[in-house]
Structure formats: structure tokens, C-alpha cells
């Protein structure tokens, strides 16, 4: 069973910075896309950044010029650099990754909280 562990959220003032780091508990898995999704309170989750295989990436509008998605292959971790963060940026930042071992899959991180203060 593959588990996707976040770490590095946490309060921040507008204008600084966090990054975002997703490890997948089992080196095997050969990961073909993974992204960043945030969830505010009382919206619906939306997707922030992708990265594919290949290391191309995309983002959300709202985040594009500030945030940077990344993947370190040999640690099968996936990071997101947060910069000149908003509040509106607050909310529950989920990894999610569509990897192989075995068959083909989808895992989701436990949600980590994002709060940047004004």
C-alpha cells in the first residue's frame, strides 16, 4: 500500500513563502503525473500545479509566476514552492499522484493546512 506524506504547511504573513514537500512511501512506484491541489473552506478543491513524467509542468492562473512545481525522482518526492503567498492562497493543499506499482493508481496525500495571514 503506497501512502503519500505532506509536509510543510503552516502561517505565513502575505508576501512569504512555504514550500510543499509529498513523499510517496514506496520507492517502486514509478509515478507518471502528480499535482497539488488546494481545498478554501466552503469552496470546492481546486488544482493548483501538475507535473508530468517528462517534467513538464502546468498551473492554476492564480498561482502562475509564484509557485513552482518540482519532483526529486530518486526520493519519489514531489514539492511545491510557494512565493509572495496571499490569503487567498489559504486552505488544505492535498498531494496527488497517479503512479504504477503493480497496476496503475491514484493516491492522495492527507491535506496539509496552508494559512497566510494579511
Known amino acids: 500500500q503506497v501512502q503519500l506524506v505532506e509536509s510543510g504547511g503552516g502561517l505565513v504573513q502575505a508576501g512569504g513563502s512555504l514550500r510543499l514537500s509529498c513523499a510517496a512511501s514506496?520507492?517502486?512506484?514509478?509515478?507518471?503525473?502528480a499535482g497539488w491541489y488546494r481545498q478554501a473552506p466552503g469552496k470546492q478543491r481546486e488544482l493548483v500545479a501538475v507535473?508530468?513524467?517528462?517534467?513538464?509542468?502546468n498551473y492554476a492562473d492564480s498561482v502562475k509566476g509564484r509557485f513552482t512545481i518540482s519532483r526529486d525522482k530518486a526520493k519519489n518526492t514531489v514539492y511545491l514552492q510557494m512565493n509572495s503567498l496571499k490569503p487567498e492562497d489559504t486552505g488544505v493543499y492535498y498531494c496527488n499522484v497517479v503512479g504504477v506499482l503493480g497496476a496503475l493508481k491514484n493516491y492522495w496525500g492527507q491535506g496539509t493546512q496552508v494559512t497566510v495571514s494579511s
Open positions: 507535473i508530468t513524467s517528462g517534467g513538464s509542468t
Open positions: 514506496a520507492n517502486a512506484l514509478s509515478i507518471n503525473l
